[in-house]
């Protein structure tokens, strides 16, 4: 199982930056994929970012050219810069990863999640 922290969310002004990381750690052979989801209040779960082990990226259409994902594989560790954000960027956005254990069986994970509000 993997166990997810998640660190960097609060309360920012629109316009403004913030970044978001994920540490994982736990019994796992290989993680392929890591991942930011999140979820605004009276909504469903949505992607945000993804990046596979070997860097490829995709992003939800509201976040492209403003939300850029990173993922330092050395570390475990996956990050989400946030620019230019606005009010309806305001959710709990939470850490997933897709990994697999060393019998070869995939595992999903998820962290609690982290609180961002973008308001003036």
């Known amino acids: 199982q993997v166990q997810l922290v998640e660190s960097g969310g609060g309360l920012v002004q629109p316009g403004g930056s913030l970044r978001l990381s994920c540490a994982a750690s736990g019994s796992f052979f290989s993680i392929n994929s890591m991942g930011w989801y999140r979820q605004a209040p009276g909504r469903e779960r949505e992607l945000v970012a993804r990046?596979?082990?070997?860097?490829?990226?995709n992003y939800a259409d509201a976040v492209k050219g403003r939300f850029t994902i990173s993922r330092d594989n050395a570390k475990n560790t996956v990050y989400l810069q946030m620019n230019s954000l606005k009010p309806e960027d305001t959710a709990v956005y939470y850490c997933?990863?897709?990994?697999?254990?060393?019998?070869?069986?995939?595992?999903?994970?998820w962290g609690k999640g982290t609180l961002v509000t973008v308001s003036s």
């Open positions: 997933n990863t897709v990994s697999v254990t060393r019998a070869g069986v995939g595992v999903t994970d």
């Open positions: 990046i596979t082990s070997r860097q490829g990226t």
